[in-house]
């Protein structure tokens, strides 16, 4: 298992795959012939949360990481459109636009949502799926669910310098590393020529989609949890507001596809909190998943 990113960096390259009228931009590292691995971030985060996990996978594996909409480089959608079925179109759009027809899907948060319910709908297209503390009922009633929510509200729209930019992001996120601060900053946020920073995603809309009080457009996890039929593994930060102890082990016992761990020194964000452990638990499972898979293809011949 690699604990740090290698000395020479992977370097990532960009493309543009359009889903209906928006522009969705991919991020891409490793070479496009090996076993591809999909990652989709989190509510306000962006394609490149995920270089760090890239930088190790990409030695053995095509890695993609998308802009979801509002985000990053991709387009803006309207508020009625940052939910669910809207990420679920947008990743079988790009998948479809760029031809691939097998891989592993990895996603944190809201995009583990997108991850599961994507899984359900399309499960041809999956060798295996990896979930980042997100579970039934996470999104509906969690103090996480109740966190974002108050975060949202009590986003500043504008920052008068970096530094208070930087401010912001140390007291919301104090268990994350500067590296992954200073990787906000840069991807999250555009610094004006006057020196005040804003956002680069569409705070405005996916808060109004986020805090709408409609609790059906919240998909409920548990049909696809329950209906898994490929290895899949789930992981929960120790310090985890939102999804519960009690939920990751009621998964693991309602599905035997289902590996669950729970990831020491960790809040929500895992992959920023404590790398080293999450890639501890990534690395074998994506190792044992395609050698399964590529004996099996042996077997056949």
């Known amino acids: 298992m690699s604990d740090n990113i290698p000395n020479s960096r992977i370097l990532s390259r960009e493309r543009v795959v359009l889903s209906g009228k928006l522009k969705i931009n991919i991020v891409e590292w490793g070479q496009a012939t090996a076993h591809t691995i ?4 989190g509510l306000r985060a962006y394609a490149q949360t995920w270089d760090r996990v890239a930088q190790v996978l990409a030695k053995k594996y095509h890695v993609m990481a998308l802009d979801q909409r509002g985000r ?8 009625t459109d940052y939910f ?22 990895l996603g944190h948060s809201m995009g583990g949502a997108t991850a599961l319910v994507f899984s359900q709908m399309y499960p041809g297209y999956l060798d295996g799926l990896v979930v980042e503390d997100i579970g039934p009922g996470s999104s509906a009633a969690s103090n996480g669910a109740d966190r974002i929510k108050k975060e949202l509200n009590n986003t500043p729209r504008l920052f008068r310098s970096r530094a208070k930019a930087k401010l912001f992001w140390q007291e919301a996120r104090p268990g994350a590393p500067d590296e992954a601060i200073e990787q906000r900053l840069k991807y999250m946020m555009v610094e004006d020529k006057d020196g005040t920073m804003k956002w680069r995603y569409d705070l405005e809309g996916i808060s109004e989609a986020r805090l709408d009080p409609d609790i059906l457009k919240i998909p409920d996890l548990w049909p696809p949890v329950l209906n898994l039929n490929i290895p899949t593994l789930v992981l929960r930060g120790e310090n985890s507001d939102f999804l519960s102890q009690k939920v990751l082990s009621e998964m693991a016992q309602q599905n035997s596809h289902i590996k669950t761990f729970e990831i ?10 404590n790398f080293s452990e999450f890639m501890t638990r990534l690395e074998p499972f994506l190792a044992e998943l395609y050698q399964i898979q590529l004996s099996r293809k042996d077997n056949v011949k």
């Open 264 to 273: 020491s020194n960790a809040s929500h964000y895992i992959h920023d909190d």
């Open 38 to 41: 999909i990652m989709l971030h």
């Open 84 to 105: 669910t079925p809207n990420y679920v179109e947008d990743l079988k759009n790009v998948i479809d636009g760029l031809g691939l027809n097998k891989f592993t899907l």
């Open 72 to 79: 990053g480089k991709s387009d803006w959608g309207s508020s």
